[in-house]
């Protein structure tokens, strides 16, 4: 078969970037997995990537073609018609896999010169979306809107007193010079495509999910730490005491609802285009409150909230799956597809449109959140979801 210009321009280009230190750590990670399979001291692949009439040698075509004929395979081994399992992979080797598997059709190419009976597929989707990342915006008291996606560390802003300060990609409060203070509020709104994590001025660290936010004193007086959350979050507080009482911390969710501790490790999920508002307990104990319904929480259980107004224990909750996204992995339990969709939705930031019935079966495992959205989609063909990655980011799933 004979390659498009196209594809062997990008794959030519691609051997440029590694050799000239401008690829990316995918594209590094893919060229090297490359050399190693095919001994390079013997080929010279970088000494002559501009000469299109590259011949290699028969069992190094086999040994690569075998490498990603192998990773294909396991990828898709555990996928069955209404219910796939993604695999996850850590290191370097996630990132080179991936590579592999998206530009396949690339790597054979390049490999056969002679012409083939069976068409080889291209290189991957025009319209692939990349996933999401670090970043927020931080309102202050007086409404300016700060972005902090690339700040460094530093000092970046002073509110009644209270020092705020970038840290390693973390947002702090230094207290220090606010103890006159008055209540004063700030806000961290994650977009989605976003997550953050910062640290409380009592100590407390929050992690908010894509499409998230928390509201929050600069400095906490009373009887009482209160925060406001929309979206989801985790948060591992802090115990500490004041006039020798144990302060507790208090999460308020659409007015309605509430989640009081003393110290301990939970997370949060309140989106609104879910079916309920559910508190999953790792460490500790909380309090559940709403309206007049109480429900105590043990580490290893879920209190859900739903649209009723009706509090829902569930005594042995998948606790892994819960906080599953601040570990950087979509984390799937018998989910339906719409459920799914959701959260690549925050995630990935897209638009998500059905055509026609939406496809049932029900969805379990884990993948990895750094995947591109079409690698993430392709487990899913398996199921018989079919789908179109649209300009604008929007993603079209078909029947």
């Keep these: 078969m004979s390659p498009s210009e196209k594809d062997k321009q990008y794959f030519l280009e691609l051997l440029a970037k590694f050799n000239n230190g401008t690829a990316t750590t995918q594209e590094c990670a893919f060229v090297e997995k490359f050399l190693a399979i095919m001994d390079h001291r013997k080929t010279g692949v970088l000494a002559d990537f501009g000469e299109e009439k590259h ?26 018609v209404h219910r796939v399992h993604f695999l996850r992979r850590a290191g370097w080797w ?34 692939d979306v990349q996933p999401g ?5 931080l309102t202050l008291a007086d409404g300016r809107r700060i972005l902090l996606d690339s ?9 009644k007193g209270a020092q705020v300060v970038m840290k390693a990609g973390e947002l702090s409060y230094n207290p220090a010079m606010a103890k006159n203070a008055v209540t004063t509020y700030n806000t961290i709104s994650t977009p989605k495509g976003r997550q953050f994590a910062l640290q409380l001025p009592d100590g407390s660290k929050v992690w908010l999910n894509a499409a998230s936010s928390l509201r929050y004193p600069v400095v906490f007086v009373g009887a009482e730490r209160r925060v406001e959350i929309t979206g989801e979050a985790y948060f591992e507080v802090s115990k500490i005491k004041a006039a020798g009482k144990r302060m507790p911390f208090i999460v308020s969710i659409n007015n309605k609802t509430t989640v009081e501790v003393l110290g301990t490790h939970f997370n949060v999920n309140a989106y609104n285009d879910e079916r309920s508002i559910n508190t999953t307990l790792l460490e500790g104990a909380v ?15 879920q209190a859900q909230v739903n649209s009723a107004g009706s509090i829902n224990l569930v005594k042995d909750a998948d606790v892994t799956a819960a906080v599953a996204w601040k570990n950087g992995s979509f984390s799937f339990a018998n989910a339906s597809l719409e459920t799914v969709m ?10 998500v449109e059905f055509e026609g019935e939406v496809p049932g079966g029900a969805f379990s495992g884990e993948i990895d959140r750094s995947l591109t959205l079409d690698q993430v989609l392709k487990g899913l063909t398996k199921t018989r ?3 179109t990655i649209q300009k604008n980011n929007k993603l079209l799933i078909e029947p």
């Design 55 to 80: 011949s290699l040698e028969k069992e190094m075509e086999d040994r690569l073609l075998q490498s990603i004929r192998q990773d294909t395979e396991n990828r898709v081994r555990r996928s069955i």
């Design 94 to 127: 996630a990132a080179a896999a991936a590579i592999i598997v998206l530009m396949t059709g690339t790597v054979y190419w390049f490999l056969n010169t002679t012409p083939k009976q069976q068409p080889v597929a291209g290189i991957g989707p025009v319209n």
């Design 133 to 137: 990342r670090q970043g927020a915006y």
């Design 151 to 159: 700040l460094g560390d530093g000092l970046v802003a002073s509110e």
């Design 287 to 301: 309090k559940v409150s709403h309206e007049k319904q109480i429900q105590l929480l043990q580490p290893g259980q």
């Design 342 to 351: 959701r959260q690549l939705a925050r995630w990935y930031d897209v638009e």
């Design 385 to 387: 979801v079919h789908y």
